[in-house]
């Protein structure tokens, strides 16, 4: 079954940056769209990007956009999230999960009920 654990989270001043990689520990890593999300303490748990199955399509929430990008190694079994001139709005607890994808053409990130083997998280902190 698949399984998958985050890392690469921390505490950066405003601007600056970080890479998470999300790896799946167990289980078939190919034909799955994988998704990165965030969670900030009192808020809904929310969509931050998507990668397709094969690479050449991703999708990002519009705050993330130019900003943050989504990276996958199918040797290593990693997607990657690297994000740059983070804000402290940026500041949740980033997951990953995977859902079959719906369209060969795109990838989303919702609705999050598709999603599953959620990983336990990495914590992101953005002073100001």
């Known amino acids: 079954q698949l399984q998958f654990v985050e890392s690469g989270g921390g505490l950066v001043h405003s601007g600056g940056s970080l890479e998470l990689s999300c790896v799946a520990s167990?289980?078939?890593?190919?034909?799955?769209?994988v998704a990165w999300f965030r969670q900030a303490p009192g808020k809904e748990r929310e969509g931050v990007s998507c990668?397709?199955?094969?690479?050449?399509?991703?999708n990002y929430v519009d705050d993330v956009k130019g900003r943050f990008t989504i990276s996958k190694d199918d040797a290593k079994k990693t997607v990657y999230l690297r994000m740059d001139n983070l804000k402290p709005e940026d500041t949740a607890v980033y997951y990953c999960a995977a859902t079959l994808p719906a369209s060969q053409a795109s990838c989303n990130f919702t609705p999050l009920r598709a999603f599953g083997s959620w990983g336990q998280g990495t914590q992101v902190t953005v002073s100001s």
């Open positions: 167990s289980g078939a890593f190919g034909g799955f769209v």
């Open positions: 990668i397709h199955p094969r690479g050449d399509i991703t």
